[in-house]
């Protein structure tokens, strides 16, 4: 029988997410705060105009998710609102560099603050440390972010309500499971790696 053990892996406690590990420190708080402002400002510069709808495809939905996944709900909901309130004030990092709110698709921003929230608040209780479960946290979010988006769209264009869904929601829909894979693949595996190094 072989005498050589078998690494020890670290059990991570639930109720902690991953910006936990680092060193705690207010300086830590406010910088992971204005890094995932700063990264979904850059993520929504990723995006393809919809033919038919004011709602660009863009990279800022999955960042507000993994930002309030990695961050926990108080961080994240603050990062997101910082990212709204600087682009309100002139900051041209919201979706193809756009600012000001006096815009349709202002309502999936709004919807993104509720929604990092929320899907930090599962984190904690461990909803990124399987597939499963990230899966589930993806697609809660992204409900939430259309649950506000979609109506405020319909009202801020006075579309309906059909129409609203068929240009703010359903063009979406593909691009939403492509970055809940994503999430799936990399947040539970971040989890392991950590474990594996503690």
Do not use: C, H, N
Not at 133 to 139: E, K, L
């Amino acid at each position: 029988m072989s005498s050589t053990a078998a690494a020890p892996v670290r059990t991570l406690r639930t109720g902690t997410v991953l910006a936990d590990l680092l060193p705690a420190s207010r300086v830590r708080d406010v910088a992971l705060v204005a890094g995932g402002a700063a990264l979904t400002g850059l993520a929504a510069q990723i995006a393809l105009p919809v033919p038919g709808s004011p709602v660009p495809v863009s990279g800022q939905t999955f960042a507000a998710l993994l930002v309030g996944t990695a961050l926990g709900a108080r961080r994240g909901f603050l990062s997101l609102a910082l990212y709204a309130v600087v682009g309100m004030a002139g900051v041209p990092w919201f979706a193809e560099g756009a600012s000001g709110y006096a815009m349709p698709s202002f309502g999936y921003i709004l919807g993104m603050m509720l929604a990092a929230t929320v899907v930090g608040a599962l984190a904690r209780r461990g909803a990124d440390r399987s597939v499963p479960r990230t899966a589930g946290a993806m697609v809660l979010g992204s409900a939430i972010i259309y649950a506000v988006g979609v109506p405020y769209l319909a009202l801020a264009t006075g579309m309906s309500l059909g129409q609203a869904v068929a240009s703010g929601l359903t063009p979406f829909l593909i691009g939403d499971a492509l970055k809940a894979a994503l999430a799936m693949g990399a947040l539970p595996a971040a989890w392991k790696l950590v474990g594996r190094k503690g």
